[in-house]
């Protein structure tokens, strides 16, 4: 498919500006959010190192309304304490959670999307 090369470099790129993101995120914000007292430990569960970046930026990228969900929901512990960290970050913090968040999602959606294309209607 000869399509499939060039969404392929798109994906490249697009992977490796989400890992600069990843990186300036977590330096930026993220390590500045592990020291205050305050949100030390609410930055959600960490399955693996580094997914407390993911958490945070999850809560300070998606809208008010679901991460309201989320923190009723059973499984609340997971995920990162929206409100507290939007009155510890400023709106530069809360611009980069989103890009770097939304890049993040479509990048991976996109990755899974082209291998599973690959594997269904291989030649």
């Known amino acids: 498919m000869e ?3 060039p969404i392929g ?19 930026i914000t993220v390590r500045r ?3 205050n007292p305050a ?3 609410r930055l959600g569960m960490e399955f693996t190192s580094g997914w407390d970046i993911l958490n945070t930026a999850q ?16 499984l609340s512990a997971m995920f990162a304490n ?6 510890h970050t400023s709106v530069f913090d809360r611009v980069l959670a989103a890009i770097f968040f939304w890049l993040y999602a ?8 082209l291998a599973m294309s690959m594997a269904l209607f291989l030649d």
């Open 3 to 5: 399509i499939v090369g």
């Open 9 to 27: 470099m798109v994906l490249i790129g697009f992977a490796v500006i989400v890992g600069i993101l990843f990186v300036a995120f977590g330096q």
């Open 33 to 35: 959010l592990r020291r």
């Open 39 to 41: 949100t030390k430990g």
């Open 59 to 74: 809560a300070l990228a998606l809208p008010k309304a679901l991460t309201d969900r989320f923190k009723e929901s059973p």
């Open 82 to 87: 929206a409100d507290l960290l939007r009155e």
């Open 106 to 113: 479509f990048t991976a959606v996109s990755a899974i999307l």
